[in-house]
C-alpha cells in the first residue's frame, strides 16, 4: 500500500478500537486516511465510518483514493471534530462502536506550501485547517503587541524564550511584516538558538509554530467539546481512542478521561455524592502507549505520540 502519510501508531489503535462487521466507527481526524483504511478493512463487509476533517483538500484526497474501494462504508463530512455532537447524528452515526481522534498534522499538510505550517516547506503563514474560518497566523503576528504574543507562545507553545521572541516579531514588524513561514523560523532561530552544547532534535521555531496553529484553529477548545460529544454517541463497550502530540493535548485527556472514569464531581469534603453523576468510562490504557524505536525509525513523526484509550460503560 503506497501512502504519502504513515498512520501513527497503526496496531495499536486497530487493537484498542477493535472494529468488527456491521460496527460503525468514526475518524473524526481523517488527515492521510491511513487510519480510516486499516478500520473500514478490518470492519468488512458490512462496517461502515464516518470521516470528518475541517480541511477540505483532506476530505478531497480521501475521496478519491477510498471511495472506489468501500463505497457507501466511507462517509465523509467537511467538518471540525467540535461539532460532532451535531455532524454525526445527521450522517446516520448517533450511536457508534468506535471513535478515533489523531491530533497531529498529516504529512500532506506539513508538505503544503500554501499554509505555511511548517517551516521545511515554507509558504504563507495561515496555518488555518478551513481556509473559510478565522483568522491567518500572519495576522496575529500583524496585530497582536508583544505581551499578547507572549502570552499566546508560552499558553500553547510551552516556549520559554516566549518574550524574546514577541518583542524580535514586534521590531520586525516596523519594517516589514512577517507574512511566510520562513521568515518566522529565520527570525526565531536567530533570536533564540538552539544550545550548541546540547543534542538538537527539532527546529528552534517548533513550539513557535504550534502555538500559532493551535491558537489560529482554537484546537484545544475544539478537543475538549469533541471528546465530549465522543463518549455521548459511544454505545456501552463502545471505544474512544486519541492521539497527542504534545503535553497541552495529552494533559486534556487525560484529565477528561479520570474524570469521565471517575463520574462523581461533588467537592471531596460533602460525606454523600450529591451530582448524581455516575462513571461513563474504563481505562484501556493505565498509561499513554508509545511508538517502538522501530516505528519512529520508520516514522519519525511519531517520536511524540502518545496514545490513550477509554471504553464506555452501560448507562
Known amino acids: 500500500m503506497k501512502e504519502g502519510h504513515l498512520p501513527v501508531l497503526a496496531e495499536e489503535v486497530l487493537a484498542m478500537l477493535a472494529p468488527r462487521s456491521g460496527s460503525l466507527q468514526i475518524d473524526a481526524t481523517l488527515g492521510g486516511g491511513g487510519h480510516t483504511e486499516r478500520i473500514l478493512e478490518a470492519a468488512k463487509p458490512d462496517g461502515r465510518l464516518l470521516g470528518l476533517d475541517a480541511d477540505p483538500a483532506a476530505i478531497n484526497r480521501v475521496e478519491r483514493r ?18 460532532l455532537a451535531t455532524v454525526a447524528p445527521d450522517a446516520g ?9 489523531d491530533l497531529g498534522l498529516s504529512s500532506f499538510q506539513l508538505a503544503d506550501t500554501d499554509r505555511g505550517f511548517g517551516f521545511r516547506a515554507g509558504g504563507p503563514l495561515d496555518m488555518r485547517f478551513d481556509t473559510s474560518r478565522g483568522v491567518p497566523a500572519a ?14 507562545f508560552r499558553r500553547y507553545g510551552e516556549e520559554p524564550r516566549a518574550n524574546r521572541i514577541a518583542r524580535a516579531i514586534v521590531d520586525a514588524r516596523r519594517e516589514a511584516p512577517v507574512t511566510s513561514a520562513e521568515e518566522l523560523a529565520a527570525l526565531v532561530e536567530r533570536v533564540a538558538p538552539p544550545n550548541p552544547r546540547q543534542p538538537r532534535r527539532t527546529h528552534p521555531a517548533t513550539r513557535v509554530f504550534q502555538a500559532l496553529r493551535i491558537a489560529v484553529n482554537e484546537e484545544l477548545e475544539a478537543l475538549e467539546a469533541g471528546l465530549a460529544a465522543a463518549v455521548d454517541l459511544l454505545r456501552p463497550g463502545g471505544r474512544l481512542v486519541v492521539l497527542s502530540y504534545h503535553s497541552l493535548e495529552d494533559r ?8 469521565e472514569r471517575r463520574g462523581c464531581v461533588c467537592p471531596p469534603e460533602l460525606p454523600v455524592c450529591v451530582c448524581g453523576r455516575n462513571p461513563r468510562l ?11 524505536p522501530e516505528e519512529v525509525a520508520t516514522n519519525p513523526r511519531s517520536r511524540s505520540a502518545r496514545l490513550r484509550a477509554a471504553e464506555r460503560l452501560a448507562a
Open 282 to 292: 474504563r481505562l484501556l490504557t493505565r498509561k499513554s502507549v508509545t511508538p517502538t
Open 93 to 101: 452515526f448517533d450511536a457508534v462502536d468506535g471513535c478515533l481522534f
Open 66 to 83: 477510498l471511495r472506489p474501494r468501500f463505497g457507501e462504508r466511507l462517509v465523509l463530512r467537511q467538518a471540525n471534530f467540535r461539532e
Open 252 to 259: 486534556i485527556v487525560k484529565r477528561f478521561f479520570a474524570a
Open 139 to 152: 495576522e496575529l503576528l500583524a496585530t497582536l503587541d508583544a505581551a499578547e504574543l507572549t502570552a499566546l
